[in-house]
């Protein structure tokens, strides 16, 4: 007994007489005659037995907590899952994309994140999964190689009659033709709340069989009409399957929509199916189908995941190092109210050029404003002034573009590099130049061409003056370049002056805290007037910036 005692302590078990567990699984439950044991395939789809499914046909062993979760996932047709940093959760979603595809036929599940790299992610645990299942692979008849394709605007990994997919989400115009029975959603709180709202909720529009369904509530129907049991057709309606939304990641800004799903979420099921609790849910009425056993949520903050799984002394150090915003979303899975430093993320958000601040919000914005996404390139007719900020090992060097419009200013774009990044590009081929600082140079040069500089912020500690004297070399200009200086001071003669060239550096001294606080408590200023706005985040027009930046 001690041995069983040991062995099974990570269950959470306690200290029980593993003689007294009775159940299907047990050895001789079925009988020596039966050649085809049909209540053990009924065991194998009843969800207390999903932890036997999961060890026997997808050879995965999971602890107490992830059978929990898996089971309420499977039990719940709006699931909602907010976890710590590291506690399994991509994992869980791709196990559970197999679960649907082996227990339910004719599944078809679909993987979403905030990314096609986040998408990936959780199709990679599926497919490490399934690569490690051979009795999988013999029920499907279907080897690694065959069952899984990889194209460039979808990963597919194909079981038996169904399917698990991994898509990019985009600007959702090139996904609205997707059907699915089950819904995975990935690092919620990154997505786009107007594309999932409008776009991937549709793909579960349509029931798993919809003639099928059809035709059974109709004899569910006539049957009530006519005074007869319908018990037979309403579990074979229940055992075809539901369509599923799964809803999952990491917790974020109160300001931010999962936060709101989550507080929707809560309100249904403390509701309890009371048509005045649902009132500001359902202000026109509650649905005739609405039932709150539909909705779950599952929490998972770091302390209760078992010991050992996470590394508690890297915790420790985020909990010693990091603001308490952070350690609650990351760590905790709570939604913190706000940032603590001087620029409160609920104001950074507020910056942000999307829909929800224009049309939902209430923020006044400057007239002209609208939505607008980074670029490569700028609009002649305007005035561009870039912010530098110089560093070469333990920071980022970052180059700010600011586009001035009559009315506000706007970030259009940012790049950054270090000189481990800078190393990686020369062995990579893709730049020639070696010196570190003459790279940086060259890249202000080129983004000259496309922004029009009409004045350039740079601090001159660190790196700042290492540029700036790359800028006055003239063996370093190319066809159509000039020389770049400091400005011209009206109260202070500079030697420069009256060198040939554009006079457009100003020196920024970062160590003068007069200047520093003036800065910024000006740039609070402007972004609480909505003077200054952050492009809108779009996953899609990045990495085609990205790509045609390279």
């Known amino acids: 007994q001690d041995e069983f005692y040991i062995a099974n302590k990570w269950r959470n078990l306690g200290n029980i007489d593993y003689r007294d567990i009775r159940g299907p699984l047990f050895k001789g439950i079925f009988g020596d005659n039966q050649k085809v044991p049909i209540p053990l395939l009924r065991t194998l789809t009843d969800t207390n037995y999903l932890g036997f499914v999961c060890r026997q046909f997808l050879n995965v062993e ?6 929990v979760v898996v089971e309420e996932m499977w039990n719940h047709k709006f699931p909602m899952m907010i976890g710590s940093r590291g506690c399994a959760k991509s994992f869980l979603l791709g196990l559970y994309a197999l679960l649907r595809c082996l227990l339910i036929p004719d599944s078809n599940c679909i993987i979403v ?3 096609f790299r986040q998408s990936k992610g959780v199709f990679e645990y599926a497919e490490k999964i399934y690569r490690n299942a051979p009795l999988l692979h013999n029920i499907m008849g279907r ?20 399917k698990i997919i991994a898509i990019p989400v985009g600007l959702g115009h090139m996904i ?25 909720k549709g793909f579960s529009a349509v029931s798993q069989n919809p ?74 009425g ?59 993320r609920t104001l950074i958000e507020s910056c942000v050029a999307n829909n929800y601040n224009f049309q939902k919000s209430g923020i006044n914005f400057p007239d002209g404003a609208d939505i607008f996404y980074p670029c490569i390139e700028g609009d002649g007719h305007l005035k561009y002034i870039y912010g530098i900020d110089t560093a070469a090992v333990k920071d980022n060097l970052a180059v700010v573009v600011l586009e001035v419009r009559p009315n506000h200013r706007r970030i259009v774009y940012v790049w950054t590099i270090n000189k481990l990044k800078h190393a990686k590009l020369i062995r990579k081929g893709l730049i020639k130049e070696t010196d570190y600082y003459s790279n940086i140079a060259r890249k202000i040069r080129s983004l000259m061409k496309v922004f029009p500089c009409e004045r350039m912020g740079f601090d001159m500690q660190g790196g700042g003056r290492a540029v700036c004297e790359r800028f006055a070399d003239k063996d370093k200009l190319q066809q159509g370049e000039q ?14 002056d009256d060198y040939e060239g554009l006079h457009i550096i100003q020196h920024i001294e970062f160590a003068n805290s007069e200047w520093t606080s003036k800065a910024n408590h000006g740039l609070r200023g402007d972004m609480e007037e909505k003077l200054l706005l952050f492009p809108e985040f779009n996953a899609v027009i990045l990495a085609n910036a990205v790509a045609e930046d390279a």
């Open 286 to 344: 509650v649905p005739s189908n609405f039932d709150y056993k539909d909705y779950c949520v599952i929490r998972l903050p770091f302390d209760r995941v078992p010991k050992g799984f996470m590394d508690e002394k890297m915790i420790a150090g985020a909990q010693a190092t990091s603001n308490k915003s952070a350690v609650m979303a990351e760590y905790m899975a709570c939604f913190p109210k706000d940032s603590l430093g001087f620029f409160r």
């Open 143 to 162: 080897n690694s190689k065959q069952a899984i394709r990889k194209e460039a605007d979808r990963w597919t990994l194909y079981m038996g009659d169904g």
């Open 483 to 496: 020389l770049l200086w400091p400005i011209i001071l009206d109260d202070k003669e500079q030697d420069t």
């Open 62 to 67: 999971l602890l107490p907590y992830q059978l």
């Open 113 to 115: 994140g905030s990314a």
């Open 176 to 200: 609205r033709g997707f059907r699915a029975n089950c819904i995975l959603a990935d690092e919620f709180a990154a997505q786009s709340r107007e594309i999932f709202e409008v776009v991937i």
């Open 211 to 284: 003639v099928q369904n059809v035709k059974l509530l109709a004899q569910i129907e006539a049957k009530k009409e006519l005074g007869l049991a319908y018990s037979m057709e309403q579990n074979v309606l229940e055992e075809m399957g539901v369509n599923q939304l799964i809803i999952a990641g990491t917790a974020d800004y109160e300001f931010n929509h999962f936060y709101e799903y989550w507080q929707r979420y809560r309100t249904l099921i403390l509701s309890r199916g009371d048509p005045k609790k649902l009132e500001t849910v359902y202000p026109d």
